[in-house]
């Protein structure tokens, strides 16, 4: 009963966290477009958090180097259960226009367990829209 | 283009063996030797007060590694070029003369492996990670092989 609720209000208001794995911040800047009022995903309960450990979706933006994938491995450690990971972009679906250079891996997959693809560069607010309550729908 | 300026930077040239090049209006080009550099920077900067470094740049040339200044005042840009050899990779710093210059030099360290003499954050590194091995050669020179380094930073994951 307690947990349903719990699932309830989860599925209600996903708390997310944005992290940039050294992205040129074309999708950041979407990202930021969907949650001002034009897009206004706050509506849907979807709030940005300031903390990790506060989140239930971790939004992932950029190509994955050697920099950045140590860390992005420990932010996805600080989030709580149960979480899930949303890859923004075609640089975080794959490396992107950077793919092929001396210190870019692969994705973000690579590193930690994906949910969510969003495609495009930088993919439009709408269809960060799209994925977020897609994955929400998902969420059971 | 400055008549006087451009005067002005070949009597410079001269006293250091250097050339002066101007392939197109506006743009100057000396070639100077790598022990020389210092002092005709230092008369740019402070006999023609022209203190506006735009950038460095480095460039793989076979034998040699070139160091490029920057250099931009109203509508000409003066280019300062000088080699380094790849066998001793070490250059003087002008951090002295411009101090803004040392991310420059940091950049030039990291990408083509050269020492500047002078530069007191050579032992730090600025866009190569934490985890670059230090017997991998610098990832801008035209030896590096991008698939080595990354298969040595472990970025290349096997997918299912």
Not at chain 1, 37 to 53: H, K, Q
Not at chain 1, 73 to 91: D, L, N
């Amino acid at each position: 009963m307690l947990e349903q609720v719990a699932k309830w209000a989860r599925k209600r208001s996903p708390w997310v966290y944005h992290i940039n794995a050294s992205s040129c911040n074309g999708c950041d800047i979407e990202l930021v477009a969907s949650l001002t009022p034009r897009y206004d995903i706050e509506r849907f309960g979807a709030v940005l958090v300031p903390s990790p450990r506060h989140a239930d979706v971790l939004v992932v933006t950029g190509t994955v180097n050697a920099q950045t994938r140590d860390r992005l491995k420990r932010v996805y450690e600080q989030v709580p259960e149960p979480k899930h990971v949303i890859a923004v972009g075609a640089c975080a679906a794959a490396g992107g226009v950077f793919k092929g250079c001396y210190n870019v891996g692969q994705g973000v997959q690579d590193v930690i367990p994906v949910d969510m693809f969003i495609p495009g560069c930088p993919p439009r607010p709408e269809a960060i829209m799209y994925g977020v309550l897609k994955l929400l729908g998902e969420v059971k | 283009m400055s008549e006087v300026l451009l005067r002005q930077l070949q009597k410079y040239a001269a006293d250091a063996n250097g050339k002066v090049a101007v392939p197109r209006k506006g743009e100057i080009i000396v070639e100077i030797d790598q022990g020389k550099v210092k002092d005709f920077i230092s008369r740019v900067v402070n006999d023609l007060r022209i203190r506006h470094l735009s950038t460095m740049t480095g460039l793989d040339l076979g034998q040699n590694v070139g160091i490029i200044y920057h250099f931009w005042r109203d509508k000409d840009t003066i280019h300062v070029k000088t080699p380094v050899p790849k066998t001793q990779p070490t250059a003087v710093s002008i951090v002295e003369i411009i101090p803004g210059a040392i991310l420059y030099e940091m950049e030039i360290h990291d990408m083509f492996g050269i020492t500047f003499e002078g530069n007191p954050w050579m032992d730090r590194k600025l866009l190569l990670p934490d985890t670059w091995p230090a017997d991998l050669a610098p990832p801008l020179l035209k030896s590096s092989k991008p698939a080595e380094i990354r298969k040595r930073l472990q970025l290349e994951v096997e997918r299912k």
